[in-house]
């Protein structure tokens, strides 16, 4: 019989930490299938993970944790598939109260990290600003949007790998995506500990990246809830220019002409955007 729950992690250059991850998630949940994705580790992550008891699929090379994500999601056998990170930050004690969630009917639940949780200032207030505008976007409060730990419905989690990115975004995707799509989504309070090792993750290099999260929460749900308010603002900044210059010279300037030019655009790129959106998650046979 094929195991009702998997637990897929994703993992690269983990293998300090990862076999007392597998050993905790095995003790807690001995009738689990634990997947352990090694994305082409050169510290022995994988056969750590496999001495632990892990079923390991190794990819020949680092393709990002994204990439790691899917090839999870595609290598898990079970009904209800668990993401938690490797590196010792997520608990495997909270898996029940995610899965308890889901038995509510709900498609996924987000392990939602709370106050004292893991993360530097900078991460923080960003975590922040992405969950009042994904909030924004999808009219539901949003909790945590970039949290790694979630349990989901293989099925309907499975719908939106075309859309998953390889790198550290999936969060941001899929949640967006479970949104679009209708389902159900809820959160659960977790505390995140200290990752064992050093991160990944890059603050300065990754800047862009966090920057370039923003838009996809946009155009993933929809692209003219972001665009409209911006061709308001360029509209009613035309205006007030152009009132400025006809009171003091009497004449139409090019600077209006531009601000009201853009305005046009930008909204008609928001229309276009929101015909494009729907065309990705017209349901596929």
């Known amino acids: 019989m094929k195991p009702q729950v998997s637990i ?21 949940l001995p009738e689990a299938e634990v997947v352990v994705v090694d994305d082409g580790s050169n510290d022995g992550t994988g056969e750590a993970a496999t001495k632990a008891g892990a079923r390991v ?63 530097s200032l900078g991460r923080g207030i960003a975590n922040r600003f992405y969950n009042r505008l994904a909030s924004y976007m999808t ?54 500990a200290r990752r064992v090792g050093k991160s990944h993750i890059r603050p300065l290099h990754d800047g862009l990246r966090f920057l370039l999260i923003i838009f996809k929460i946009g155009t993933l749900y929809s692209p003219l809830k972001l665009f409209a308010p911006l061709a308001l603002t360029m509209f009613l900044l035309a205006t007030g220019w152009y009132g400025h210059t006809l009171l003091e010279y009497g004449r139409f300037t090019n600077m209006s002409a531009l601000l009201y030019t853009g305005s046009v655009v930008t909204f008609m790129m928001g229309l276009i955007s929101e015909q494009i959106t729907a065309l990705m998650y017209k349901e596929r046979e």
């Open 139 to 192: 009219g539901h409060k949003v909790e945590d949007l970039t949290s790694g730990f979630r349990a989901v419905r293989a099925d309907k989690f499975r719908e939106f790998l075309y859309l998953l990115p390889n790198g550290f975004s999936y969060p941001t995707t899929s949640t967006m995506a479970f949104f679009r799509a209708g389902y159900s989504v809820a959160y659960e309070p977790i505390h995140a």
């Open 57 to 119: 699929v190794r990819h020949p090379y680092s393709k990002g944790n994204g990439a790691a994500i899917k090839t999870g999601a595609r290598a898990a056998s079970g009904d209800v598939i668990v993401f938690m990170d490797a590196d010792g930050q997520h608990d495997p004690a909270d898996i029940p109260a995610l899965l308890a969630r889901l038995d509510e009917g709900y498609d996924i639940v987000v392990g939602a990290r709370q106050a004292g949780s893991q993360a």
């Open 8 to 28: 897929v992690l994703p993992a690269h250059n983990e293998s300090t930490p990862i076999g007392n991850v597998v050993m905790r998630i095995q003790a807690l």
